[in-house]
């Protein structure tokens, strides 16, 4: 067994590249969760919550997201063509750049530079960084699956496939501005075109880069680890149509009773019901995999990872489409209920899919077993107690906050002035960071049983020269 | 058949790329090409190099992140922010700037409704006009010089799709002279929803009597209310204070002389600054008066003790002479 063919130095790279972005994301996560009930802790100009939040988002979707992409699809796609990567050196620059980027992206962003759009902030330089990346990715990706052994390709491989073109579409078209100096641009679109695109762009974010590629993962990764095989491949040519097909009319869902044209909106809204159909297919086929098997719960711990994720994904594509009706929106739109669903997804499908994911990689690329399945299983708990307390708070507060915003007298005057609306959040915010913190010593545990186990496989290498 | 495209890899490119390019098309290249995506009111007027270069502020500061700039048709949202944002007041907005998180008001129609002092005040310290306010302070922005070849940049660059906001160097620092980052933000956010009336005026009467006129428990009352409300602009006694708000106990009403019956002052004190047309009255034309009433920030018995109060004190400053314009005194 020769596995290093398989640039397996690449994929690890990118994979402790995202996890060092991920810490320092999360990290700048729990300060600003800390700024906003203590404004003090604001640091002007670099350190102030408005720069910092842009910091929080992109280090996350862009530094642990895309760096768990490029790493995990490189080897997903490795295995599945039975060939090492075409380009080697490619891809080894491309690690570089990468981190050359996401440093960048950082620093520019608390320096102030901004596009101002969720998720598409980067300035325009950045954004040809972002642009070579991604060509890079496609370059590989293609060329390998191309030569591969296999005639047929695994559902894992159209998933990948469809990420890299749909996000090379909507990062292109959303990132066309008008350059008015160095780090400075405006968008080429104005008022409502702008805020058109943008969402268009911004729900297409989350549909191709947090949930296409980890798709990828959950359905390679999952009956590789289980050693089931998945359960229908006819659920899957049905769930990957219908979302790839359905996710790019929904944009407008969050844009609800905002000057966007009617029909506009209601269109959005018909086609965010309509992706229950992809997301419930995956479900369901993800727990039918594991239900052949039940008793994997017990004699294997990545399993509680895989269902968990799922089940947050499950959840997520339920609370999404209720949240893009009007009665719904009109609600919890702008409350802190939207970072509380974000975050189910972000940390209970994104990150349990990524980090389960990891723990079944690194120990086969180091030749060796996990370093401690007990520290994997505090890993799991703490971020199962610390998402679930951070997302549960802020559905609570976002629902109060919505219904003191609509609360009005019988003469139709306004109950409660904004001040007295926010006031009643500072509970909820303190145990958010709470669950913040307990979420980040899960983490921290995750990353230790990594470097541990990547420090265990060398030794074993070491006493053994053979296998080196 | 159908199983071939899962062994051809360029295929399935190019069929998920028809896949997603469909609903692209519909919704986000197609609207485009309608008139409804490109609306502008007549009312809208283009950026001044000091407002750009305060909305430049505005973005590199990520106001988004915590505000956000578009008020629904919802009617309570309505009765807090004024009249719902129309789809033609964006025209310049490059990008849009509606955000999705209000951690802070909507700001939609932030302009005219508070005097520049007041944000001066605000911006330099937050917590001092609401004391359990989260928002940073961002007094650091006073003395930080505005660069005129920056502006003029920007200026020129949005120009190249609105010709209006081209601006030659000169004229930009002729405009920006003196001017520091606090100023250009202020100035941003007091031209926000310029576009249209805050407001509906309503159907006041100036000619309502105060039915707690002289009531001694209200005038007690009244003084509370105002000491909580109101005395951080116009000052402990009502006296005024320079530059944030007038005396309320002069005879000047809404900066012409002569005092107006209880009635306007209900008016004002109930619709804000948008009742002025109602008082026939022009004021400070930056407007800044809070619709108090209409808010739901007091109720009508409380605005009729705080007038209760205001008249009271009046009587006072009149008797020990203060304030006295010359043709109260003479008669
Ligand atoms: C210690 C853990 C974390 C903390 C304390 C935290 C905190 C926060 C806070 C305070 C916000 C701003 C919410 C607001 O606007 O009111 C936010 C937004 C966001 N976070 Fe996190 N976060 C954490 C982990 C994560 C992770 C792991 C991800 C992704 C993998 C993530 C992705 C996001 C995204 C996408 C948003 C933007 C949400 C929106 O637009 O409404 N976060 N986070």
């Known amino acids: 067994m020769n596995d290093y063919r398989y640039d397996n130095r690449t994929v690890q790279g990118f994979i402790l590249s995202a996890i060092a972005w991920g810490v320092v994301g999360i990290l700048v996560g729990l300060l600003i969760s800390i700024q906003l009930w203590a404004p003090a802790a604001n640091f002007a100009p670099y350190l102030t919550y408005g720069r910092l939040r842009p910091v929080h988002t992109n280090g996350l979707a862009f530094g642990l997201g895309a760096g768990v992409i490029f790493g995990l699809s490189y080897y997903i796609v490795m295995r599945l063509s039975g060939r090492p990567l075409v380009f080697p050196r490619l891809a080894r620059v491309q690690l570089w750049i990468f981190n050359v980027a996401i440093a960048a992206a950082a620093v520019s962003l608390m320096m102030g530079y901004t596009q101002s759009n969720e998720y598409a902030e980067l300035e325009w330089p950045l954004d040809i960084g972002v642009?070579?990346?991604?060509?890079?990715?496609?370059?590989?990706?293609?060329?390998?699956?191309?030569?591969?052994?296999?005639?047929?390709?695994?559902?894992?491989?159209?998933?990948?496939?469809?990420?890299?073109?749909?996000?090379?579409?909507?990062?292109?078209?959303?990132?066309?501005?008008?350059?008015?100096?160095?780090?400075?641009?405006?968008?080429?679109?104005?008022?409502?075109?702008?805020?058109?695109?943008?969402?268009?762009?911004?729900?297409?974010?989350?549909?191709?880069?947090?949930?296409?590629?980890?798709?990828?993962?959950?359905?390679?990764?999952?009956?590789?680890?289980?050693?089931?095989?998945?359960?229908?491949?006819?659920?899957?040519?049905?769930?990957?149509?219908?979302?790839?097909?359905?996710y790019l009319w929904t944009g407008a869902h969050h844009l609800v009773y905002t000057p966007l044209p009617d029909w506009l909106q209601t269109l959005g809204i018909v086609f965010t019901l309509f992706l229950i159909a992809p997301s419930w297919s995956s479900v369901i086929n993800g727990y039918y995999t594991v239900g052949a098997d039940w008793s994997k719960m017990k004699t294997n711990y990545l399993t509680k990872f895989f269902i968990m994720a799922i089940t947050f994904y499950g959840l997520q594509t339920v609370q999404g489409p209720t949240q893009g009706l009007r009665v719904v929106s009109q609600l919890i739109h702008y409350t802190d209920w939207v970072p509380g669903h974000v975050h189910m997804g972000t940390m209970g499908w994104v990150t349990l899919t990524a980090c389960a994911s990891i723990y079944y990689v690194i120990p086969k690329i180091n030749g060796t077993a996990i370093y401690s399945e007990r520290?994997?299983?505090?890993?799991?708990?703490?971020?199962?107690?610390?998402?679930?307390?951070?997302?549960?708070?802020?559905?609570?507060t976002g629902i109060q906050q919505g219904a003191m915003w609509k609360a009005t007298n019988a003469d139709g005057t306004l109950k409660y002035t904004f001040v007295e609306t926010l006031t009643k959040n500072y509970p909820y915010w303190h145990t958010r960071t709470l669950a913040g913190i307990i979420f980040t010593a899960g983490m921290l545990f995750f990353v230790y049983n990594v470097l541990m186990t990547i420090r265990q496989g060398r030794a074993r290498a070491a006493a053994s020269p053979a296998a080196a | 058949?159908?199983?071939?495209?899962?062994?051809?890899?360029?295929?399935?490119?190019?069929?998920?790329?028809?896949?997603?390019?469909?609903?692209?098309?519909?919704?986000?290249?197609?609207?485009?090409?309608?008139a409804d995506m490109h609306p502008k009111l007549e009312t809208l007027r283009p950026f001044t190099p000091l407002q750009l270069a305060g909305r430049d502020i505005y973005q590199r500061e990520g106001c988004v992140g915590c505000h956000t700039q578009t008020i629904r048709p919802l009617a309570s949202e309505v009765a807090r922010y004024g009249d719902y944002s129309k789809a033609g007041e964006f025209a310049y907005d490059h990008p849009f700037l509606w955000g999705s998180k209000r951690t802070g008001p909507d700001l939609a129609r932030e302009g005219g409704l508070r005097p520049d002092g007041w944000h001066y005040q605000h911006y330099a310290n937050p917590q001092q006009m609401a004391a359990k306010s989260n928002m940073p302070s961002y007094g650091w922005l006073k003395g930080r010089p505005l660069d005129p070849v920056e502006v003029a940049a920007h200026l020129n660059a949005l120009g190249m799709v609105h010709p209006e906001l081209k601006a030659d160097p000169a004229a930009v620092k002729a405009a920006l002279a003196g001017k520091d980052e606090l100023d250009a933000l202020v100035a941003y956010t007091q031209q926000l929803g310029h576009a249209v009336q805050r407001r509906q005026g309503g159907s006041a009467n100036l000619d309502l009597e105060n039915p707690l006129a002289r009531d001694t428990q209200a005038i007690v009352a009244g003084k509370k209310l105002f000491t909580e409300n109101c005395a951080a602009c116009h000052g402990d006694e009502a006296q005024g204070t320079d530059g944030v708000a007038p005396s309320l106990i002069d005879d000047v009403f809404l900066g012409a002389k002569g005092d107006l019956p209880d009635g306007a002052y209900f008016a004002m004190i109930d619709g804000g600054s948008d009742a002025k047309p109602i008082a026939g009255r022009t004021g400070d034309p930056g407007g800044g008066m809070d619709a108090y009433g209409k808010t739901g920030q007091l109720k009508k018995d409380e605005i009729w003790s705080i007038i209760a109060w205001l008249r009271n004190q009046k009587g006072h400053e009149a008797a020990e002479g203060h304030d006295m314009p010359e043709a109260e005194k003479k008669p």
């Open chain 1, 131 to 246: 642009v070579i990346l991604w060509v890079m990715f496609a370059v590989n990706v293609f060329a390998t699956i191309s030569k591969r052994k296999d005639e047929q390709m695994y559902v894992s491989l159209w998933y990948i496939i469809a990420t890299v073109v749909a996000i090379a579409v909507l990062y292109v078209v959303n990132n066309l501005s008008i350059p008015a100096g160095w780090m400075k641009s405006y968008h080429l679109f104005a008022g409502v075109n702008s805020a058109n695109v943008e969402w268009w762009y911004g729900h297409n974010a989350v549909g191709f880069l947090f949930t296409t590629p980890f798709l990828a993962m959950f359905f390679y990764f999952m009956p590789k680890a289980l050693n089931l095989p998945l359960y229908s491949h006819r659920l899957s040519i049905l769930a990957f149509w219908s979302l790839v097909f359905g």
């Open chain 1, 375 to 396: 520290i994997a299983n505090i890993h799991f708990w703490l971020v199962m107690v610390g998402q679930l307390l951070f997302s549960v708070t802020m559905w609570i």
């Open chain 2, 1 to 34: 058949m159908a199983g071939e495209i899962y062994r051809k890899p360029i295929t399935l490119a190019l069929m998920a790329t028809v896949a997603i390019l469909v609903g692209s098309i519909v919704t986000m290249a197609y609207p485009m090409l309608r």
